[in-house]
DNA sequence: CCTCACGTGTCAAGGTCTTGACACTGGGCA
DNA sequence: TGCCCAGTGTCAAGACCTTGACACGTGAGG
């Protein structure tokens, strides 16, 4: 067949190199936020609500990287302790606005902190210019594999 | 306090593009591996077997970045289809080396071809040059995080 | 006006992975 | 020799996320 390439040695593939790098961040996310009774998904929501205060669950989905009913059970558990608060009614549609506590900021604050210390640890490597590269070139190739195949 | 750096704007966030990318890998891969009846796990572990035949179940799920118990069940799948053997006792150790089936390899290429088609779309917007460093950045940002945080 | 498509919230069911635990093998060390 | 430790395979329980489905509100179109 014409289009027989196949996936070379593990260590020439960008898609491997990729998996394992979002891995290792993720285990290490997990390592610092675990003190903090927080969850990668629950950290995702309250970093994603700081920047965009009345987000839905649909949209925080979205930023997410989950399905809706995701952060469905991921907002129970943070309304629960008193980190976000759910509008009752919805004023437009049916999306309901989600909105930080005051202690929901002040649990963000310790975990961001916590998460950047990990991201820096990430990047030591890395000069500001390669970082600024990698950053783009990741946000390409995302970007790229969003289109739908031709 | 003076290590109050927080995680910046989401945009600037090398470790959000990381997420974002590999999510959407994640997504693209699972749906051209549908139809060839494979999961993503199910795949790495054909793609790992071909490069080391004889792994075992430990040493597959390391190279996998799951646990042993994913690998497990992952395996008894493969098993039951035919596509990999188990050696039925170990000869040394208790590690028991998996081994690639005549059907496993067939499998494996058409899944191989899909996967690298995926890469090769994610990888467009880049030259050669810029995925080079793309890997060799991310190799250094999942080796920072290996060792443990000082 | 009515209908239809779209986005959203929610529930139920299922699968997959993880955490935790136990038993076993082989090698290093006193 | 005897002991302990690291690595492995396996089982059970639980958490998490996903797929699938349905009901509801809004806005565009006939």
Redesign the interface.
């Known amino acids: 067949m014409s289009?027989?390439?196949?996936?070379g040695?593990?260590g020439?593939?960008?898609?491997y190199?990729?998996?394992?790098?979002?891995?290792?961040?993720?285990?290490?996310?997990d390592a610092v936020l675990r003190p903090l009774d927080l969850t990668v998904p629950q950290y995702a929501c309250l970093?994603?609500l700081e920047?965009r205060p009345g987000l839905s669950s649909a949209e925080l989905a979205r930023?997410a990287?989950v399905t809706r009913q995701a952060t469905h059970g991921v907002l129970r558990g943070l309304a629960e302790r008193g980190l976000v608060t759910r509008a009752p009614s919805a004023p437009h549609g049916r999306a309901l606005p989600v909105e930080l506590t005051d202690a929901g900021r002040e649990a963000l604050?310790a975990a961001?902190?916590a998460?950047?210390?990990?991201?820096r640890?990430?990047?030591?490597?890395?000069g500001a210019e390669?970082?600024r590269?990698?950053?783009e070139?990741?946000?390409?190739?995302?970007?790229?594999?969003?289109e739908p195949?031709p």
Chains 1, 2 share one sequence.
Not at 137 to 143: K, R, S
Request: with cysteine.
């Open positions: 289009q027989g390439e196949t996936v040695p593990l020439e593939s960008a898609g190199a990729l998996k394992q790098a979002a891995s290792a961040l993720r285990a290490a996310m970093e994603l920047r930023g990287f604050r961001s902190t998460v950047r210390a990990v991201e640890r990430m990047l030591a490597p890395l390669r970082e590269r990698l950053r070139d990741l946000a390409a190739c995302a970007a790229a594999l969003a195949a």
